[in-house]
């Protein structure tokens, strides 16, 4: 099973709102990540986690708030978004590096448009 | 400051064509090179490759990696319309980032 499942799959919210994405994998992966992809575009790294542990954060705007409740979920929580922010939203995950895979299996995407 | 670079960007081809596509990489501590398929959700995983010269297989499609000449190939025979999409190369170092290259938007036509 290499299933990441994500909610909603499509959110349409005004820029006052407050939002949140989800993200549940049970491969027992270890690793955790968030994408933004903007159309024609590739994937471009939000944020990673590692043992629930936020490992990397690229530069993110504090409107994005993500948060790994166990190893198995992962959320991003999102307020006071901006127009621009409008895009699809992809979760990974994948096994621990030691592991010595790195291979990172993508959800099917929230597509997020703010108004 | 790692590059991953696809080519060509865009291709149209009829079915039953044979298409390669190329991703060149320069990447500090390299691990692993990856292909993926992206219609219009979500990137699905098609290959890693971590050796060079040894290529990998799955049905009509197969990617090989040279490690010296730093490149990759995806091949994909006897192409159908099932296959149009974008393929993303992505190169993984010793972070936990995947570098992504642009992506190559294949169009096979009946």
């Known amino acids: 099973d290499t299933e990441v499942t994500q909610t909603p799959k499509h959110l349409v919210m005004g820029m006052t709102n407050k939002k949140s994405l989800k993200c549940e994998q049970h491969?027992?992966?270890?690793?955790m990540y968030w994408y933004k992809q903007k159309a024609k575009k590739p994937p471009e790294l939000m944020f990673v986690y590692s043992y629930e542990k936020l490992s990397i954060n690229e530069s993110v705007p504090s409107r994005f708030s993500p948060e790994c409740p166990n190893s198995s979920l992962l959320n991003l929580h999102l307020h006071a978004l901006q127009p621009e922010d409008s895009a699809l939203y992809l979760c990974?995950?994948?096994?621990?590096?030691?592991?010595?895979?790195?291979?990172?299996?993508f959800g099917p995407g929230t597509r997020l448009l703010v108004l | 400051e790692d590059k991953v670079v696809q080519s060509p960007l865009s291709l149209v081809v009829h079915e039953g064509d044979t298409v390669t596509l190329n991703c060149s990489y320069e990447v500090t501590n390299f691990r692993s090179l990856l292909w993926y398929k992206q219609e219009k959700k979500a990137p699905t995983f098609l290959f890693m490759l971590?050796?060079?010269?040894i290529e990998k297989k799955s049905g009509r499609l197969s990617s090989i990696l040279d490690k010296k000449e730093l490149f990759s190939i995806l091949n994909i025979t006897a192409t159908q319309t099932g296959d149009s999409a974008i393929y993303l190369c992505?190169?993984?170092?010793?972070?936990?980032?995947?570098?992504f290259g642009k992506g190559t938007s294949l169009l096979v036509t009946p």
């Open positions: 990974a995950s994948s096994q621990d590096r030691l592991a010595g895979d790195e291979t990172q299996y």
């Open positions: 971590t050796s060079s010269g």
């Open positions: 491969m027992g992966h270890r690793a």
């Open positions: 992505a190169v993984s170092n010793s972070g936990y980032a995947l570098n």
